[in-house]
């Protein structure tokens, strides 16, 4: 149980190209996903928060015009980098949770390379 | 303000060896849970285990082993005869029991396991 699927796994484009990245909790409904950014050999540091139906809640620093974030149902969230860039190049990697005191489950990751 | 520090950046083993990884938090809450996630070479965080601060007991689970220690703020991991497989970025992180959706991640330690 507690199955994250993300998609796609790995992404090269050109610089300037939008990007969208899925995030499914396949067998469980997610009251919360959360969007993380982990640059090589670095820890992961949390983006954004989306609550299924309301506007996702942005950590300090990240643009949230770069970084769109809509979390449709409560078994799927949407990150799009728009117009993306070298410095935008990282992994991306979200995690599902149903609230109270259970542990987020994570996604496989997607690895973003703008070139 | 609250903290979680992995001081071991890299662990070099050979297989059979068991491997202590450390991970040393901080925190003013009284109630909080901590956690240690494997990331294997493929990226997706595995969830290992999540400890309140309540429950100081130490846990087995086949070859891992935790150990809690409050006194020292210490939530130590250790795999005994390690395998190639073991081979991954390990992290602690740690969230307050009232608000989990919060999790703090330690900058990870990576292990390689040799045969």
């Known amino acids: 149980g507690a199955v994250v699927s993300q998609h796609p796994s790995r992404v090269i484009c050109k610089s300037g190209t939008s990007v969208k990245i899925e995030c499914r909790s396949l067998d469980f409904q997610a009251t919360t996903m959360f969007w993380y950014r982990q640059f090589p050999k670095q820890s992961l540091m949390l983006m954004a928060t989306?609550?299924?139906?309301?506007?996702?809640?942005?950590e300090q620093g990240v643009e949230k015009d770069k970084f769109l974030i809509n979390h449709a149902s409560l078994t799927l969230s949407t990150l799009t980098v728009t117009s993306a860039h070298p410095e935008d190049s990282s992994f991306y990697i979200c995690?599902?949770?149903?609230?109270?005191?259970?542990?987020?489950?994570f996604g496989d990751g997607t690895r973003l390379s703008i070139l | 303000a609250q903290k979680v520090t992995q001081a071991q950046t890299e662990i070099s083993v050979v297989e059979k060896e068991d491997v202590t990884l450390d991970c040393v938090y901080e925190t003013r809450d009284t109630t909080y849970y901590l956690f240690w996630y494997k990331q294997p070479p493929s990226g997706e965080l595995v969830f290992l285990i999540r400890r309140n601060s309540f429950d100081e007991q130490n846990e087995i689970s086949g070859r891992y082993s935790w150990n809690f220690q409050k006194s020292t703020s210490s939530f130590n991991f250790t795999i005994t005869a390690s395998q190639v497989v073991d081979s991954a970025v390990y992290f602690c992180?740690?969230?307050?029991?009232?608000?989990?959706?919060?999790?703090?991640f330690g900058t990870g330690t990576r292990l390689q396991v040799f045969p």
């Open positions: 995690s599902a949770w149903t609230g109270g005191n259970q542990p987020q489950h």
């Open positions: 989306s609550n299924e139906g309301s506007k996702a809640t942005y």
């Open positions: 992180a740690l969230s307050p029991v009232n608000n989990t959706d919060k999790l703090i």
